[in-house]
Structure formats: C-alpha cells, structure tokens
C-alpha cells in the first residue's frame, strides 16, 4: 500500500487557525492522507503562565488567535518549525509575510524531497538586494519547492463560522489543482482553480494596500460612496499593478475570489481597514494601534504598501500609482490622511476614454509627479 501523504500548516494565527480547522477535517475524509496535521506554532506563553502549544494540544483551540472555536484533535501542534514540517510532502504556509524569511531558515536544505507548498500569505518579499518577490516565489528560492498559493475573500473569523464563502487556488499543475481542492474545499467553503498562479497573488497582497485607503476615508466620515470609489480606482491600480510587472496576467482572474471579492471584503470587515479607520479618528500612528487593538495579530497593509513604492520609486512609476502611492505616504505619515480625497479627485482614471485621453493622462501625471 502507498504511504499516506503527510500535510504541514506554518503559521497559526487567525487564518492559520481558521484554515487548520477545515484542513483537519477533510484530511479524515480523504484515503491518501495521514490523519495528523502538524500545526507549527511560534510559541508563546500565555498570560495565565501555560504555553499556547500545551493549550492547543489540550483544549484543541488556539485561545489566542480563534478564541471560541475548536480545533479537530488531529491538528497536532508543534513549537519547532523543522519538526513540524520536515516529513511533510504538503506545506501550507500561513504566516504575516514580515515573518516569512526568517521563519523558513530553519527548514533550508531539510525538506522532503517532491514536497510541494501552497502560500495563503498575502504582501511581497522585499529582496534584499533590491526589488520585490512573490511569496510564493521566496519560498521557491529559499526551500526549493514547488508553491501554488489560495487566496479569496475570506475574513478568518467568518470562515471559521462556516459562513459561505469562496477561495481561489492558483496552481501550476492539473495533480495540484486535484489535490488542494479536496484539500481545502468544503460546503461553505468553495474552491476554484486557475492557472495563474502569480496574478492570484498579486491580488491577494495589493488588496491590503487598498483596504488602508478604505479606511482612511471611512476615517475622514466620508460615506460608502468615497469608499466605492476608493475600491473602483483600487482595483484599476491592481490591474495596471499586474500589466506593468506581471505580463500574461488573465483578466479574467481579477473576477475570481481573490480580485475584486477579496477587495470588497477586506475595505468592509478587515483588520488593515479598521486600523487605518482608527488611525484618521485618533491621531496615533499604526504601529501602536497595531498592538493596542489586534492583540498579537499582524497587518499587512502597510508592509505592503511600502514594499510596493519601493519598486515604483526605483522605477520612477509612483505618479502612475497614485493611489497606492498616496496610502503608502500617509501610513508613514510623510502625507495627511485627507490628501486621499485629493488623490482620487484628480486619479488618471477619470479621463474619458478618447484619443486625447493619452497626452492628457501624461499631463496629470506629470502634474501629479511634480507634486510629489
Ligand atoms: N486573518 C485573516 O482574516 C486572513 C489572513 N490572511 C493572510 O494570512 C497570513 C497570516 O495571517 P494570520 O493567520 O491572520 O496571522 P495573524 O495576523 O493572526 O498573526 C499572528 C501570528 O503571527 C505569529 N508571529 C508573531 N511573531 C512572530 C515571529 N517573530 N515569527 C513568526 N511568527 C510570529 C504569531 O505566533 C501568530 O501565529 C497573512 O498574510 C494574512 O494577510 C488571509 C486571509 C484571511
Ligand atoms: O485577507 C483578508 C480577508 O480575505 C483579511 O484581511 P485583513 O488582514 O485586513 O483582516
């Protein structure tokens, strides 16, 4: 008989947590798996003095990032990152990005051979030489495994409620669109895959620079009018954001799960919206509200933001950007929050389409570039 294939989860905060509960179920249903699903927990000790791989492995629920719902008792969770990981032919990598390098050192040169990663991470690797990376893409680099990556419109707290919702798996191969979908599917929580892979992640990550901007409008009391303008000229940044770095991007998958859903989702009910809301309203920066409202969660947004205008700095695109460049300068406070309002007024986007509109868009832009 051929051996069960063993599954890893990296990370487990709030979506690692929400996605170890479907991902535990399922492999019981499945022939091919081993039951047990490693959870890699990046150990901490609890204010009551336990430590939350003990609490994990004892109540089956992560008190820290899912409170209120169980774990399936075959998530196993395991504080060392090698040995959670190192029998595993699939990893699941779910960690706040800014954690990822230094994360994965401990795994170089030390994973199964054939193992194959799937990355629900969403931000970019900032090179340290320079330049920017997929996730997906510094796991390749640092593991040497094959990463498919999941991303969609899925607030973890309402996937862990088993509220309906969809995801969008980008894969390379028709064994790994197999796979993951029996994997991860579920009745309220549906699966579609495509085959482009790196647009799939390109969403995943810019969405989170938009949802600041949602909530800095939100902030300043603008209605959900602003908001959807916001969202509009978002998305069309998205889809340059992809034609410029990212040729053969499909169109068609900015209308998956993981474009223009995961876009509306997160300006309405996530984290990054909610603290750059908080940000207009009180006047702290986001670092410390980071801390004083998401108890140990991580925000992507604005790590994302950063890693973005790095490359469009370096690569004189920033007036071509003008929203994500105008989120990333009020999230490093360089620009007040009510600049936005400025920023969309005068977006590129709202030339008509004539053929004036070519020479006219260089205008504003050159404009925009001037006032930068
Ligand atoms: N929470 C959500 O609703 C969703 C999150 N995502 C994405 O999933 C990824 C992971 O997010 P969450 O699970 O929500 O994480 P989270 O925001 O709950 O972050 C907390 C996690 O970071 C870990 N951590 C803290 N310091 C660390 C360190 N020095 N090294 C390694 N780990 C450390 C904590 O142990 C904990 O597991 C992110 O890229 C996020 O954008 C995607 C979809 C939904
Ligand atoms: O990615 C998410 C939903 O799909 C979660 O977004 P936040 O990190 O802003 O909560």
Redesign the pocket.
């Known amino acids: 008989m051929a051996e069960k294939k063993k599954i890893a989860i990296i990370?487990?905060?709030?979506?690692?947590?929400a996605i170890a509960r479907i991902v535990g179920a399922n492999v019981r249903t499945m022939s091919m798996m081993d039951e047990e699903v490693k959870l890699w927990?990046?150990e901490?000790i609890l204010p009551d003095g336990r430590k939350l791989t003990e609490v994990i492995n004892t109540e089956h629920e992560n008190v820290k990032?899912l409170k209120g719902y169980s774990l399936p008792h075959n998530v196993v969770a395991v504080p060392d990152i090698l040995e959670s990981a190192k029998d595993a032919d699939y990893l699941v990598f779910?960690?706040?990005?800014q954690?990822l390098r230094?994360?994965c050192q401990p795994l170089r040169g030390k994973l199964k051979q054939g193992a194959v990663g799937i990355s629900?991470?969403?931000?970019f690797d900032l090179k340290p030489e320079g330049g920017i990376q997929l996730i997906s893409e510094l796991i390749n680099s640092l593991l040497g495994i094959d990463v498919c990556c999941l991303m969609g419109a899925?607030?973890?707290?309402e996937v862990a409620a088993e509220k309906f919702c969809e995801t969008t798996i980008g894969v390379h191969t028709d064994e790994q669109s197999l796979i993951f979908k029996d994997l991860f599917q579920t009745d309220f929580f549906r699966v579609t895959t495509v085959r482009d892979a790196k647009t799939v992640e390109v969403c995943g990550a810019l969405k989170?620079i938009v949802a600041c901007g949602a909530g800095f409008v939100d902030g300043l009391g603008y209605g959900d009018n602003t908001k959807a303008a916001v969202i509009r000229l978002g998305l069309m940044e998205m889809i340059k954001f992809a034609e410029y770095f990212y040729a053969g991007a499909k169109f068609s998958t900015f209308f998956e799960s993981c474009g223009i859903a995961d876009l509306v989702t997160t300006c309405y009910g996530?984290?990054n919206r909610r603290v750059s809301e908080a940000v207009v309203k009180s006047g702290k920066s986001i670092k410390q509200l980071e801390a004083e409202m998401?108890d140990?969660?991580?925000l992507?947004g604005p790590e994302t933001a950063h890693e973005v205008n790095a490359l469009l700095k370096a690569e004189g695109l920033e007036a071509r950007f003008p929203l994500f460049t105008a989120i990333h300068r009020i999230c490093v406070q360089e620009i007040s929050p009510s600049e936005m309002i400025e920023c969309i007024r005068m977006h590129p986007e709202h030339l008509a389409f004539d053929r004036r509109r070519v020479s006219i868009e260089r205008d504003v832009v050159n404009q925009y570039a001037s006032c930068l």
């Open positions: 990370g487990s905060g709030n979506w690692g947590s927990v990046f901490e990032y779910v960690l706040p990005h954690f230094s994360s629900l991470i969403k931000g899925n607030l973890a707290h989170n996530g984290r998401l140990g969660q991580r992507q």
